[in-house]
Nanobody, 127 residues
């Protein structure tokens, strides 16, 4: 069956960095756009970043542009999120997700369209 497993979360001070990774299995990875979402306590799940399946196009939410970088390795079936200059507002559970639909902005940012999800990894940024 399809599995997405996130790793790399933890506790970091404001201004620090973390690198999240998502290992996938059970799907043809190169056929899927990949994305990262996050959810803080009491808040809705929100889009963070996405990367297209083949040509490397990316999208980011405005608040992480210039600080976060999404990348993928189709040979290793993994997607990563490099997070720099972290802020306390970045504290959340981070999830990776996979989808085969169109890579347009509105669709990529809608969590309801994604086919597969990981269980998440906790990121805590202290002030």
């Amino acid at each position: 069956q399809v599995q997405l497993v996130e790793s790399g979360g933890g506790l970091v001070q404001a201004g620090g960095s973390l690198r999240l990774s998502c290992a996938t299995s059970g799907l043809t990875f190169s056929n899927y756009h990949m994305a990262w979402f996050r959810q803080a306590p009491g808040k809705e799940r929100e889009f963070v970043a996405a990367i297209s399946r083949s040509d490397g196009r990316t999208q980011y939410r405005d608040s992480v542009k210039g600080r976060f970088t999404i990348s993928r390795d189709n040979a290793k079936n993994t997607v990563a999120l490099q997070m720099d200059s972290l802020k306390p507002d970045d504290t959340a559970v981070y999830y990776c997700a996979a989808d085969q639909g169109l890579f347009d902005k509105s669709r990529r940012q809608d969590h309801k369209v994604y086919d597969y999800w990981g269980l998440g990894t906790q990121v805590t940024v202290s002030s």
